[in-house]
């Protein structure tokens, strides 16, 4: 390629749907994601964070309660977190939530993975309290 051609535009890939992101590897992208910034840190908080909230949100799990968890996972850090007896109020959740959890502690260093996780969560909650606003405005 010489100077004077044009890069080749770029291919938009279509858009990925709500059963596209649920299906994605939660606890693999938080693996990836949490330890270094960079690609796999974007897509944890893109991709990522719309799949969990899908999930979560399909599971009705209320916004607060995964704000919660980001704020207990900030106190007390993700391996703290991780070994808790009920991390939301609904089992199903909690089954669904631990593996995220134990995956980004296994990787999550002290207070800056911690962090991360935090803030991921929080990400999360605010999709799930998004979602429900777009529903009920929805309905009007």
């Known amino acids: 390629m ?3 051609e044009a890069p080749m535009p770029a ?3 279509p858009p990925k749907t709500d059963d596209d992101c649920a299906a994605l590897d ?3 992208m938080l693996r990836y994601g949490i330890p270094a910034e960079g690609p796999h840190r974007t897509a944890l ?8 909230a899908v999930v979560l949100d399909r599971l009705g799990v209320l916004p607060r309660s995964v704000a919660f968890l980001a704020e207990v996972v900030r106190s007390g850090g993700v391996r703290y977190a991780s070994q808790l007896p009920e991390l939301l109020p609904d089992p199903a959740a909690t ?3 631990r593996p995220w959890l134990e995956s ?4 999550a260093r002290p ?7 935090a803030r991921w969560l929080e990400s999360v909650a605010e999709l799930i309290g998004l979602r429900r606003t777009s529903r009920a405005r929805g309905r009007r």
């Open 2 to 4: 010489t100077g004077s």
């Open 11 to 13: 291919t938009p890939r």
């Open 45 to 52: 908080f893109g991709d990522g964070a719309i799949g969990a």
């Open 111 to 117: 207070v800056v993975g911690d962090e991360t996780t």
């Open 95 to 97: 089954d669904l939530v």
């Open 26 to 28: 939660t606890a693999r």
């Open 104 to 107: 980004a502690a296994a990787v």
